[in-house]
């Protein structure tokens, strides 16, 4: 009886949305998806943060980490490691031709660096401006570099400047194994 009862309910409820399915479901599922989908392929967007031998040695690793971090970005990896020459002159492949790119090289060989994937919205051109111009004495107070160093042979961090760029330094410094996908319980406070 119960049973016969719900079926009923159930029929005229499915009735009454009948009418309205076709468009109900030609907005939702056209509309709803797409834009679910865009929000979150934005929100994954990953940039390639690296802390330079010179901000490993002067202790500004934290700091760094810490404004990504606050900002609301996500950490997927990190490490420290001794670049190679050949890793530098595949990740500044379109400067090894310029004369200052043997001091860079040495530069960067010269102790460990800090290598970082941070993820979230804009990361990308967001990271840039965090970092600051290439050269830090054009450099804004409160970006890392405006901050925290003078030469730009010093400039103690790099940023991706491309999406396409990221997704290449991203492979190019980590393994594959090593990018850690998780979902931060302050997602919903930090993105509406
Ligand atoms: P950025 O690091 O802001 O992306 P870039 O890719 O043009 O800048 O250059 C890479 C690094 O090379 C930069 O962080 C510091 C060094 N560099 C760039 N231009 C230089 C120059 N004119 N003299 C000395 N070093 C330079
Ligand atoms: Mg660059």
Redesign the pocket.
């Known amino acids: 009886m119960k049973v016969a009862a719900l079926f009923a309910a159930f029929a005229v409820s499915a009735n009454a949305f009948a009418p309205t399915s076709s468009f109900t479901n030609s907005v939702s599922l056209s509309a709803a998806p797409r834009s679910a989908s865009a929000l979150q392929m934005n929100a994954a967007e990953r940039t390639y943060i690296m802390i330079k031998p010179d901000g490993v040695q002067r202790g500004i690793v934290g700091n760094i980490i810490s404004r990504f971090e606050t900002k609301g970005y996500k950490l997927v990896a990190m490490k420290t490691k001794q670049a190679s020459q050949e890793l530098l002159d595949t990740h500044?492949c379109d400067?090894v031709e310029k004369p200052?790119f043997p001091k860079?090289r040495d530069y960067m060989m010269s102790g460990p660096v800090c290598c970082m994937v941070w993820e979230g919205k804009e990361a990308v051109v967001t990271g840039r401006k965090m970092l600051g111009a290439?050269n830090p004495l054009a450099s804004e107070p409160g970006t890392i570099r405006g901050d925290f160093c003078i030469e730009?042979?010093r400039?103690i961090c790099?940023?991706s400047?491309s999406v396409e760029n990221a997704n290449k330094e991203i492979a190019l410094w980590f393994e594959e194994s090593e990018l850690v996908d998780w979902e931060s319980h302050s997602k919903d406070w930090i993105y509406e």
Do not use: I
Request: glycine share 18%; no cysteine; proline share 0%.
């Open positions: 500044y400067l200052f860079l290439t730009v042979g400039n790099h940023g400047d």
